[in-house]
């Protein structure tokens, strides 16, 4: 019996050290989730659900030979980030390890308090640090005809909140996009199809360097 034990303990062996992939590809990668907070951009109002940028960005990252993703869209029209901890804490049970955080645009949109908004993205952005989980932060802008301060403001609080958290930002997420009539289906605010392919283009860089390293 011993020396059957053994000759199976050195066939496993020799599959882990001289022919990892097999063995790897034997018992399987873990999956790595990524977990998309927003609102109707992110959601992918207008356009199928295929096509938006999240869906996107899955197909890209199979497109580079990464399979063991999986995508969690958890994003609703209309959102501002009042919702978003107690969003966060109701996917908390997907178990996600990288969140996206794509909120704030509905705030500025309606003109609400930038220091609410701070708040509110910061206590979201701790419950998932807490969590285990890493977190970009996707930027955004509003047009300077709410007033050049406010935008100003409004921009500011995604650099600060990066910083203070010690997490990745994308500078802007609707860069490229935001205020492009070609890229925007009729309303001027929600991408098209050509619109949600240059987000991913955009976020395709942050997300491939946050799963890839060690």
């Known amino acids: 019996m011993k020396k059957r034990y053994v000759t199976v303990l050195l066939v496993l062996m020799v599959w882990g050290g001289f022919m990892p992939g097999i063995f790897r590809s034997a018992w399987g990668s873990p999956k790595i989730k990524i977990l998309f907070l927003g609102d109707s951009i992110t959601a992918g109002y207008g356009v199928a659900q295929e096509e938006s940028y999240p869906a996107l960005l899955g197909q890209k990252l199979e497109s580079f030979g990464i399979h063991h993703v999986e995508i969690i869209n958890g994003s609703?029209?209309?959102s501002t980030t009042a919702s978003a901890l107690s969003r966060l804490k109701w996917f908390r049970k997907a178990?996600?390890?990288?969140?996206?955080l794509a909120l704030g645009a509905n705030?500025?949109?309606r003109g609400l308090s930038v220091e609410n908004m701070e708040e509110n993205l910061g206590r979201a952005i701790s419950f998932a640090k807490n969590s285990n989980m890493d977190v970009i932060l996707a930027g955004m802008q509003i047009p300077p005809n709410y007033g050049p301060e406010y935008a100003?403001?409004?921009k500011q609080v995604f650099i600060t909140l990066a910083d203070v958290h010690g997490i990745v930002l994308i500078p802007f997420l609707l860069d490229g996009v935001g205020g492009r009539a070609n890229m925007n289906q009729p309303d001027g605010i929600h991408p098209n199809r050509e619109g949600h392919q240059q987000i991913a283009k955009t976020v395709f860089p942050f997300i491939l360097k946050q799963i890839q390293e060690p």
């Open 107 to 109: 705030d500025g949109l």
């Open 95 to 100: 178990s996600p390890d990288l969140l996206v």
């Open 152 to 154: 100003d403001d409004f």
């Open 76 to 78: 609703i029209s209309g």
